[in-house]
T-cell receptor
């Protein structure tokens, strides 16, 4: 149990286009999901907290108009990188809160912007 | 504010040798502590966690960690390292509920023959 999936696992896009990344909790309902960003050889940095049915809470320095988060159901949160640029290239990882104090992580999505 | 320090950026051990990865945390209340492992290009896999109770916790793949409140530490150990253990290891602290985890910068483990 407690499986989190992400789609796609890898995406390449042209500068200026938008990319949507999906995060799904496959066998449990998640009222809260988290989006992290990881640059090469660095740790995970929290971008935002996604709450089902309400607006996401963004961390300081994260542009909410650039990184759109939608948590429309108890099993799906999406992160859309709008007008992507090469500096947005990174590894994006989501996690879902499970049984109160645990979080399970998705396998990550590698975004490369050309 | 919560914070996690992993003092060792990179550690190299010989296969079969013992391993200890250090983790120190800063948190006002009793923390929820986690160790994750990440292989290159992969997501995070939970090795073990501490919420309460016995301060020595056992995890998967033969790993264990000990919570020491007096030292604000949660060090990860393994008695005999295998080549497949080479990866990046992250210590994380959380407050539970709807709060996100705060991660350390990670320790890269290399295993030599």
């Amino acid at each position: 149990g407690a499986v989190v999936s992400q789609h796609p696992s890898w995406v390449i896009c042209k500068s200026g286009t938008s990319v949507k990344i999906e995060c799904r909790s496959l066998d449990f309902q998640a009222t809260t999901m988290f989006w992290y960003r990881q640059f090469p050889k660095q740790s995970l940095m929290l971008m935002a907290t996604s709450n089902e049915g309400s607006k996401a809470t963004y961390e300081q320095g994260v542009e909410k108009d650039k990184f759109l988060i939608n948590h429309a159901s108890l099993t799906l949160s999406t992160l859309t990188v709008t007008s992507a640029h090469p500096e947005d290239s990174s590894f994006y990882i989501c996690s879902a809160r499970y049984r109160g104090n645990e979080q399970f992580f998705g396998p990550g999505t590698r975004l490369t912007v050309l | 504010a919560q914070s996690v320090t992993q003092p060792d950026i990179h550690i190299t051990v010989s296969e079969g040798a013992s391993l200890e990865l250090r983790c120190n945390y800063s948190y006002g209340a009793t923390p929820y502590l986690f160790w994750y492992v990440q292989s290159p290009g992969q997501g995070l896999q939970l090795l073990l966690k501490y919420f309460s109770g016995d301060t020595l916790v056992q995890g998967i793949k033969g790993f264990e960690a000990e919570f020491k409140r007096s030292q604000s530490s949660f060090n990860l150990r393994k008695p005999s390292v295998h080549w497949s253990d080479a990866a990046e290891y992250f210590c994380a602290v959380g407050a539970g509920g709807n709060t996100p985890l705060v991660f350390g910068k990670g320790t890269r483990l290399s295993v030599i023959a």
